[in-house]
């Protein structure tokens, strides 16, 4: 049974962490494969989306992503330049005649609202695909970015709109990091889960996530992965200074390093540390719910 927190619309729970290489994927998978109800898996890691090596969900649609982009009719152009003033991201550039920096481009569309000889058009521009599809009762979607394409943020949120739209518990495994699209993954979440390791590293950019999990007034929990390889008293001292409670601690097993190279869920290529992702499903209802 799904916690309450989620009787409005889905419940959400974002799987995050401060830096690359901390076994984010490993604990997301995980919780997708044992939650307590029908549940659906989303990457919001669309540079570099690998769930599905791990899932290996069937595809049953795939869709490319679309932005509107200006284009600019030089013939009804007059250079005044307002489009490059209104435009907060500088991508367009007006020496004469306008120019567009594509790659900095967020789609606002606000030069072509504002531009007052009406020479501005958008055309759709493909800058990635959204792809869905199921494994066993588990439902998959993610994005990925066109190779050369500068921002996934506004791909991040079509995937976060999409898997809202039909699941009523979603798991997202967001990048690594706390840049924008980390926080478009983690935005309007009922629970921001962090997966660290006991490194002065990894502490480090805990500490950065938590600051992103504050200004987003998210309630935290924490995973410490590869436990008793550093010092976790370091991570649960700083935990517990925060008041975010350690709802897991997953050992440094040179197991569950086999497991990931084959593209194993941990929890199913080592079943007894099932009951160990269920006890971190019941801290995280608990937190959510509060």
Known sequence: MVSPVGAGGPLVVTVASGKGGTGKTT????????????????????????????????IE?????????????EALCDGCGLCHDVCAYKAILVAGKPLLFADRCHACGACAALCPRGAIREEPVVRGTVRSGRRMGLAFIEGRLAVGEASPTALVREVRRDVERDHRLVVVDAAPGTSCPVIAAAHRSHFLLLVTEPTPLGLHDLALAVEMGRALGLPMGVVINRSGEGDDGDVERFAASQEIPVLARIPFDRRIAAAYARGEVLTEALPEYRERVEGLWRGILSAAAR
């Open 27 to 58: 604990v997301a998978v995980s919780l997708a494969v044992v939650a307590p109800g029908p549940v659906a898996y989303a990457d919001c890691d669309v540079e570099e989306p690998d769930g599905a090596l791990f899932l290996y969900p069937t």
């Open 61 to 73: 649609e795939e869709r490319p992503f679309t932005q509107l982009l200006p284009r600019f009719d």
